[in-house]
C-alpha cells in the first residue's frame, strides 16, 4: 500500500531525530519503525492521511486493531509506547498541541517474575572445586553475575583493566552505553583474583577481555550460558541455571536482606525504578511489616 507523504514523512523526520539527536542506535529505530509504519497503514486505509487528524479515539482503535492483529498485551504497550513518543515528538515540533496517545492505557498483562535461586541452591551450585582453567573461570563469572548482579552482556564486556581489585569495585556499561561502578566482595573478589592468576593459560596473544574463551579470545554469550547451563546439572541443582537467574538471585537476596529499593535499583543500573519492582520481590508479610511500622495511621497506640 502506498501510504502517502503526509503520513510518512513526519516519521523519516522522527527516526532521524531519534538517531541524531536522541542518539539512540540503528537497532532501536529499526523498533519504532516496526511499530508505527503499520500504524500509518492503518489510518490511511481509514482515510487518516494527516498525524493532527489522529486524537484519543483513534489511538484506541489503533490499539483494537493490534489485538484484532494477534498482538498480545506485551506487544500493543510496546505499540503504544512508541506512539506516545512519536506524537511527543510533534507536539516538540509544534505540529501538535497535545499527545493523544497520552490517556490511553495499554491492555493490563500480567507480569511474570523471573525465578530466583535460593541461598542453599547458590552455594550448591557454587562448590566448584576443580583447578582447571575453565571451571575456574566459570566459578569466577558465576561468583560475579550473583556478586555483583551483572547483565550478560555486562560480564562478557568487562575488560581486565575494569576491574579494581584493591578498592573492590569494577566498571560496566549497562543498557544504553550507560556506565556504573558497581562493588564486589567475597567469594566473588576470591575466585576473581583466583581467574586472574590462571588466566594466562588461556591467553594466546594481546587480549583485553576478562574472560576468555579455551581459544584465548573473548568469550561469547553463547558460550556463558551454555557453561552454567552445564554446571547446573553438573553440581544437581534443581532450577534450570542462567545467567540471569543469577542476576535476579542477587537483586532479590539483596533486597529481602536491606529493603532498599533505591540502592537494588543503582546496583542493577536500573533507569527506572518500577523495572527494579518488576525484577525484585518482597513477599507480601514483609511489605505488611514495614506498612504496619511505617503508615502514620497504620501505628497502633500504645
Known amino acids: 500500500m502506498s501510504l502517502p507523504a503526509t503520513l510518512t514523512k513526519p516519521l523519516s523526520l522522527f527516526f532521524d531525530y531519534m538517531i541524531r539527536e536522541r542518539g539512540l542506535s540503528t537497532y532501536t529505530e529499526k ?17 487518516i492521511f494527516q498525524w493532527h487528524q489522529v486524537d484519543a479515539g483513534w489511538v484506541r482503535q489503533i490499539a483494537s486493531q493490534a489485538k484484532r492483529d494477534g498482538l498480545k498485551p506485551g506487544s500493543i504497550a510496546l505499540r503504544l509506547s512508541a506512539l506516545r513518543s512519536f506524537f511527543d515528538y510533534l507536539v516538540h515540533r509544534g505540529d501538535l498541541s497535545a499527545n493523544p496517545a497520552k490517556g490511553v492505557a495499554a491492555p493490563k498483562q500480567g507480569r511474570a ?23 575456574i573461570r566459570d566459578r569466577a563469572m558465576m ?12 560480564l562478557i564486556g568487562l575488560d581486565v583493566r575494569d ?7 569494577l566498571r560496566v556499561i549497562g543498557k544504553g552505553d550507560k556506565e556504573r561502578i558497581v562493588p564486589f566482595a567475597g567469594q566473588a573478589k576470591e575466585w576473581l583474583m583466583n581467574w586472574l592468576r590462571v588466566r594466562g593459560q588461556l591467553l594466546k596473544g594481546p587480549e583485553n577481555a576478562l574472560f576468555l574463551s579455551k581459544l584465548g579470545n573473548r568469550i561469547s554469550a553463547r558460550a556463558v550460558q551454555k557453561r552454567m547451563a552445564e554446571w547446573g ?6 532450577s534450570h541455571i542462567n545467567p540471569h537467574k543469577l542476576r535476579h538471585s542477587f537483586a532479590t537476596h539483596m533486597l529481602e536482606s536491606s529493603g532498599d529499593l533505591r540502592a537494588v535499583q543503582e546496583l542493577l543500573g536500573h533507569a527506572d525504578l518500577s523495572t527494579t519492582q518488576v525484577y525484585t520481590h518482597l513477599d507480601f508479610q514483609h511489605l505488611a511489616k514495614v506498612y504496619d511500622a511505617a503508615h502514620p495511621r497504620a501505628r497502633r497506640k500504645k
Do not use: C, H
Not at 523498533?31 to 486505509?45: C, S
Not at 576491574?163 to 569495585?169: Q, V
Open 143 to 154: 561468583e560475579l553475575m550473583y556478586g555483583a548482579g551483572l547483565r550478560l552482556s555486562e
Open 233 to 238: 546439572q553438573k553440581q544437581s541443582v534443581n
Open 113 to 135: 517474575l523471573p525465578k530466583n535461586l535460593d541461598v542453599d541452591e547458590i552455594n550448591q551450585l557454587m562448590s566448584v572445586d576443580e583447578d582447571d582453567p575453565l571451571a
Open 31 to 47: 523498533n519504532y519503525r516496526r511499530q508505527l509504519e503499520p500504524i500509518a497503514e492503518f489510518l490511511a486505509g481509514q482515510d
Open 163 to 169: 576491574i579494581a581489585l584493591r578498592k573492590g569495585d
